[in-house]
């Protein structure tokens, strides 16, 4: 006879122990709690808590007045500003959908996404009209309604819509009565991939996994409450990696930063006592290569979440140098923005400084709220010994992966195989357990049937004291099928031959994976600072060196 479990009847789901996860209850509870504190501050202007959460319900508000209805598209196109902030929770408090734009995309990318995502309203800054009127020319059927959303900080561009932010607030109610999801399985966020082959995938993310990321920021990273957190990392990549919603839970201050620029930020960090930032490596680079005078009167300590490719040990290290205490986390799209975090252990400390940047440059364990992280073949879903050699593909399962790709079941299906989501990146597993990436599948160079990791190429070249950036891509060979080529940018002012680069590669790096060729110039990147590598290859076929 089957043991009877007490458990199984009378404990039932109801209104007082079952609400759904949504990220948007954080903004609430910071205005009741914190009213007066700071929330965002951009320029010479600031809002608290309190106002902010009004202005997102008249947000909530004047898109319902305009017909927008649950599960429809509002997108936006906008630089790093408080209304990009708003709308992470005045759109989705409609049970509408967010979707943020890449505003380096071209028009034909954007008309896409607008087409393809079926935008009802786009709110876009005057620094993208050009873009935004070409995108609209191109699109068939009916076109979504455009807000422009002016900033006193930026002068220039032009207006394409039919009223300005602040007017379209105002048709709202600060006072509306919003609701969260029936179902944290509902769609809060649509987000596009880079599309660097065919037509981008749409990612589409739930409030659970959003509310879940938010929190697994909080605690993945040891941030204390009311962090001052800066925004270098673009708020439309990933939806900032999910920090709008993290920011509302901390109850911290968002600074507003439209550009990436190391003197300005350094005159924030010290203006506002910045905390917390995030970035590529691309962007950390251009903090430790800045003249020391622009770190000068910085006392407090920073902390940097890294992401992105895998960065390079020398970016570690000299972030360390001057005063950056990085985190490294890894995630994709689909997995909400960092899903794995190198965590660190107090006895790395007492390691000589190039050993423990190697060891926090990892990929590591799962995030707090990822259930797992897994290296696996991908044909047999076996899992590779933990030896630090044997390669496979990295993996992922839990609430931080994606609903699914919006009107895309094909592509689901072949990214969910087997019960996991496959990334797509080659790592191993080293003997404690933690991930280390070794390259995109599509990066790996086979020279003579051996295998070469670009990342370990280019690892080599960023300790040569005069680059600041490098990526290695395959060139087409006669006699080895493939043989790397290395796209270097220099310092500012430093000087460097081909023959250098190739002599240090030289003694560190086994012959065959030394680049056969070497070309200067500014590496092609994206908004978030990842250097755009298929556009390189491009040039490695026909040899052109980069304009």
Not at 60 to 69: D, P, T
Not at 392 to 400: A, C, P
Request: proline share 6%; glycine share 8%; with cysteine.
């Amino acid at each position: 006879m089957e043991h009877p479990n007490p458990y199984a009847s009378g404990l039932d789901r109801n209104p007082a122990n079952y609400v759904s996860l949504s990220p948007l209850s954080f903004i609430r509870r910071s205005a009741f709690v914190y009213p007066n504190r700071v929330s965002v501050i951009q320029g010479d202007r600031q809002w608290t808590w309190q106002e902010s959460y009004s202005r997102c319900r008249q947000l909530a508000s004047a898109l319902k007045g305009r017909g927008v209805q649950r599960g429809d598209t509002v997108a936006v196109m906008l630089p790093n500003v408080n209304a990009m902030f708003e709308a992470h929770f005045g759109i989705p408090m409609l049970g509408a959908v967010l979707n943020t734009l890449n505003t380096r995309l071209d028009a034909e990318s954007i008309a896409f996404m607008l087409q393809h995502g079926e935008a009802k309203v786009l709110l876009t800054d005057p620094e993208f009209a050009p873009v935004v009127e070409g995108a609209l020319k191109l699109m068939s059927g009916t076109k979504p309604l455009v807000i422009d959303v002016t900033d006193p900080d930026f002068s220039g561009g032009m207006l394409l819509g039919e009223k300005d932010y602040e007017a379209f607030l105002n048709e709202g109610n600060p006072d509306f009565e919003w609701e969260l999801p029936a179902d944290e399985w509902e769609a809060i966020a649509l987000n596009y991939t880079s599309g660097t082959t065919g037509n981008p995938k749409g990612v589409v993310y739930h409030h659970r996994g959003a509310y879940l990321n938010a929190v697994s920021n909080i605690v993945s990273w040891g941030m204390p409450p009311h962090a001052v957190y800066l925004w270098t990392l673009p708020m439309f990549h990933c939806n900032g990696w999910c920090f709008p919603w993290t920011m509302a839970a901390n109850a911290g201050t968002n600074i507003c930063l439209r550009k990436v620029d190391p003197a300005l930020i350094f005159d924030l960090v010290r203006k506002h006592k910045i905390t917390h930032m995030c970035g590529a490596p691309i962007v950390y680079g251009m903090l430790i290569n800045a003249p020391d005078e622009l770190r000068a009167g910085i006392e407090q300590g920073l902390n940097g979440l890294i992401a992105g490719a895998a960065p390079p040990v020398a970016i570690i290290e000299g972030c360390e140098r001057i005063g950056i205490n990085i985190t490294h986390v890894y995630g994709l799209t689909e997995t909400y923005g960092p899903a794995s975090v190198c965590a660190k252990h107090p006895e790395w400390d007492r390691l000589p400084i190039d050993l423990r940047a190697a060891r926090n440059g990892r990929q590591g364990v799962p995030y707090h709220m990822q259930e797992g992280i897994s290296v696996r073949d991908p044909v047999t879903m076996e899992p590779v010994p933990w030896d630090g050699e044997s390669m496979g593909e990295i993996m992922f399962r839990g609430n931080l992966v994606m609903k699914g790709y919006l009107k895309n079941e094909k592509a689901s299906q072949e990214a969910f195989q087997g019960g996991w989501f496959h990334t797509g990146d080659l790592a191993v597993v080293h003997t404690d357990g933690y991930v280390k990436i070794k390259d995109r599948s599509k990066d790996v160079i086979i020279s003579g049937g051996e295998n070469i990791s670009s990342l370990e190429v280019e690892d080599v070249i960023y300790r040569h004291s005069a680059v600041v950036a490098a990526a290695v891509v395959a060139k087409p060979d006669p006699k080895w099928g493939e043989v790397p080529c290395a796209f270097v940018e220099l310092k500012e002012g430093a000087t460097a031959s081909e023959e250098d680069i190739v002599e240090h590669c030289r003694a560190h790096l086994a012959r065959f994976k030394v680049p056969k060729s070497v070309i200067f110039g500014n590496l092609p990147k994206t908004s978030t600072g990842k250097i755009q590598k298929y556009v390189l290859r491009q040039h490695a076929k026909s040899v052109l060196a980069i304009e």
